[in-house]
């Protein structure tokens, strides 16, 4: 038995008899296995995690570091902004064109599979749901090749210069004063205590 199997067999046997609380969980999982919504948890986890690490990488210096921070902060941005337009955009698509009524060829069945006559009244609206999911993503995934030359990349690219812009203003801002270099310790005292060398001018 492998150890995720094992794992697996550790979390314990729950059974919810509560209608209601059924129904929230079966709703929470319908809008989780959506596209755009799974796009976006995938985008969140990334941006908690993958700016941090490239940010202490310890092989590189710390402005490249930071560089490669910004441009990972962009690309996920980016990325997750357009994937949930794309993504939302096309599973509306994929519903509106998948009712269940397919007893006459319309617009808004086209796409709608020929054979779900012969699937259980009770079972139809399960299985559609996992056909829109499956069928949105695997368009999402074919349209977002352009996307991602169209939009991805120039988004990226704003995004990472922006950062990498207030980066450098913020440096130069702090940036340390040049001290005096004090070859005479009699003159560093004096101006450490605020007394007048007594230079003649």
């Not at 948890?41 to 710390?62: L, W």
């Not at 997750?80 to 998948?98: D, H, M, P, Q, Y």
């Not at 812009?165 to 070859?183: F, G, M, S």
Request: net charge positive; charged share 25%; hydrophobic share 40%.
């Amino acid at each position: 038995m492998s150890i995720s199997r094992k794992l697996f067999d550790l979390i314990p046997n729950i059974s919810i008899k509560n209608k209601n609380r059924l129904k929230i969980l079966n709703k929470a999982g319908d809008i989780m296995g959506r596209p755009m919504p799974n796009r976006l948890i995938m985008g969140a986890t990334a941006i908690v995690s993958q700016p941090y690490i490239d940010e202490h990488n310890r092989r590189v210096d710390k402005d490249t570091a930071r560089t490669a921070r910004n441009r990972t902060i962009g690309k996920i941005v980016a990325g997750t902004a357009v994937g949930c337009v794309v993504r939302e955009l096309i599973f509306k698509l994929i519903n509106s064109c998948t009712n269940e009524d397919i007893s006459v060829d319309r617009w808004n069945n086209v796409l709608t599979p020929r054979n779900t006559t012969t699937v259980r009244p009770s079972m139809l609206p399960n299985r559609l749901r996992n056909y829109r999911t499956a069928l949105s993503t695997i368009v999402a995934m074919v349209v977002m090749v352009g996307t991602n030359i169209a939009f991805d990349l120039p988004l990226t690219n704003k995004i990472s210069n922006a950062l990498n812009a207030r980066d450098a203003k913020k440096r130069n801002k702090n940036a340390a004063t040049p001290k005096e270099v004090y070859t005479d310790v009699k003159n560093k005292i004096l101006d450490t205590f605020n007394i007048s060398r007594g230079e003649k001018t």
